[in-house]
């Protein structure tokens, strides 16, 4: 029995990233790669050296592509079932960065059908008002407007339906056993529902009606889905995406991932300096039972989650994440100084993403894409030729 | 082991409607129900009588409906996989007399989807050229344009994939391993798609915003799809859609139905009277070895392709097909001069059929509804936003 679950449906445990790359066949990010991504993007962003961002299928391709004069484009998405969290949040900073970077252009998928489609109590129409919510969080991240498409599968489902036919074709139950573990009890847009997520890797290249490498930053849990993407693309004449993937940010709580389905694990974008300081407050930490003991003998920051906040998200600065480090361990940091610390960068972040979040809202039509599709005037217009 | 085979992708051998009608679960027509149709339609197609519709799925509650002034809409489909054939006319011919007699919509679908999916060899293209290509052969029929609503699965494909899902969500593969058979070597697409094949049934009522009777008429191999949408629609608030279900107009060869597949079963819509002729008088018959003996003995009308053709399509008026019958048993009518009458009814209707389908051509807009989804554009107009 393994100790933990990474499936796109389910992440649960302690999670052995290296066991990952082995079992999903994907590379580590080596020293090699780092030096080549610097050498192009000219500096790297601290997901990379502080090895958040992990692994890779094809990294390497995509930047000799791009130094080529072939350059990419960025897929990356969202299941939107609920709020949007700092876990959340991460990847999609990376995928800024990579715009940034590369100038070049993201397709932001919001997967409003697969969420309505695995998640049993949840209604279509508030997978669908989810889209639109999350995309506020998304768009207040400051990506390029005219370099950024956001659509919710059910506003292209046009489009989306149209294209997953010819992938679709080339699936067999079979595989979706293999792949995800989904059996007779699936329902049949489960079964069906990867092949709708493997089109953003191609449109673009539909519309410039040329093959164009796609890049797809997510996290690791995704990778099962660009699997058969990568499978299945290149039978249809169109190169295998790439990806680069991060690990989970942990839960504040002891063990597992940051989860917007467990209280207390996560902060939300919405939340309060309030419930941000009651959160991290009541986190877990490497620290001792006292000040006493934690001046004597020094605090853990490798099991600490206060610390990995700070790491992963919040001290990305190198020489201040080793003073934090090492004044821990020495017992010269106590768990309040690092808590009031980490309280104050979260709600510095949130203060300004929250101004931005609702800034976002009359650029929802600036950033989303959809198709037009209204039956009733489809129907309108077609009584109108008589 | 069955003698033969009646799915939605494969129907072969000699098919016992008898036995149909119990597998199936589904209704005869009885006098008591014809006698209910005439009462309302004030006459009954010969196909009624006949039992050429010989079975029905709640069509009395329809009837009821339609008398107590909640009027249903008719939902008819085509899979798009070749030319037209006079098998598939029949139901077609059939649907039209209902539009005509309860002055009702008819929802007509052309599943290019599915017979991308299903037929391994089809493409895509082919797929959707076949649904504009027979649509004519659809619009030569007379339909009323006022109430008629022709779409093919891929132009519509963003409406049906949204409906669909919720479709979807309440199915699972062990129900479409029961109802189809399919097994883990099915595609994606052929396990998802029969909720696209329901979504017509509830198209008219999502229009109109409330639950409208649904009266769909096909041939007796679609039935497993609709059985499945009477389980799920109402789960979703709409109403059971009822069906009346043909049989199969029988090959001209010996055994089997008309088949597009196989050579020389089949009289397509767009045969010229010379291979009619030819086909006619190639055509598998119950009459003796030679005049001599026919004359003695007389023929069998009853295993006859010729006859069936006179009597299921071009012999409609009761007393002459009588006639035909007993004269063919009498020894009073060869076969030479019952294929010669039934080579001119055939190129006859076919003669008009032909003209008309041409002049459908320029009214093909009257017709299809379709989605304006072109990506490209949908791009461009987002771009103009900023």
Same sequence: chains 1, 2.
């Avoid at 059996?183 to 890797?201: E, K, R, W």
Wanted: glycine letters at 6%; charged letters at 25%; proline letters at 5%.
């Amino acid at each position: 029995m393994p100790d933990f679950i990474v499936t796109p449906w389910e992440v649960s445990g302690e999670i052995d990233y290296d066991q990952i790359i082995k079992e999903f066949g994907i590379e580590p990010i080596d020293e090699k790669l780092l030096f080549y991504i610097k050498e192009i993007a000219k500096e790297l962003h601290p997901f990379l050296t502080r090895k958040i961002f992990f692994a890779h299928r094809d990294f390497k391709w995509i930047l000799d592509e791009y130094r080529n004069g072939n350059p990419f484009f960025l897929y990356t998405g969202r299941g939107p079932s609920g709020d949007i969290h700092l876990g959340h949040i991460m990847p999609w900073l990376f995928t800024k960065w990579l715009q940034d970077k590369f100038d070049v252009e993201l397709w932001f998928q919001l997967t409003d059908d697969e969420k309505f489609l695995f998640n049993q109590p949840l209604s279509y129409d508030e997978a669908y008002q989810y889209s639109y919510d999350n995309a506020l969080d998304i768009i207040a991240l400051g990506f390029d407007p005219k370099k950024t498409f956001i659509f919710s599968d059910i506003d292209l489902a046009g489009v989306l339906y149209r294209n997953a036919l010819k992938i679709a074709k080339k699936i067999t139950f079979s595989t979706i056993r293999a792949t995800f573990g989904l059996d007779n009890s699936a329902n049949i847009g489960q079964i069906f529902y990867t092949s709708i997520q493997t089109v953003p890797a191609i449109l673009k290249s539909i519309i410039e009606e040329k093959n164009i490498p796609c890049l797809i930053p997510h996290a690791v849990d995704q990778d099962p889905h660009f699997r058969l993407s990568r499978d299945v693309l290149p039978k249809l004449g169109y190169y295998k995406p790439a990806s680069i993937q991060c690990i989970f940010l942990p839960s504040l709580q002891q063990g597992g991932k940051m989860s917007a389905s467990v209280e207390n694990t996560a902060i939300f974008t919405q939340d309060s300096p309030a419930e941000v300081k009651k959160k991290v407050n009541n986190a877990f930490t490497g620290g001792q039972a006292s000040a006493k003991l934690q001046r004597e003998i020094g605090g853990n920051p490798s099991v600490c989650s206060v610390f990995k906040y700070h790491f992963m998200l919040f001290t990305l600065d190198d020489k201040e994440i080793r003073n934090i480090e090492s004044r821990c361990r020495a017992g010269d940091l106590l768990c309040g100084e690092c808590k009031n610390d980490l309280i104050q960068k979260i709600n510095s972040f949130l203060k300004t993403h929250q101004e931005r979040r609702e800034k976002a809202r009359p650029k929802l039509d600036k950033f989303l894409i959809k198709e037009r599709t209204d039956l009733k005037e489809i129907v309108k217009e077609k009584l109108k030729k008589l």
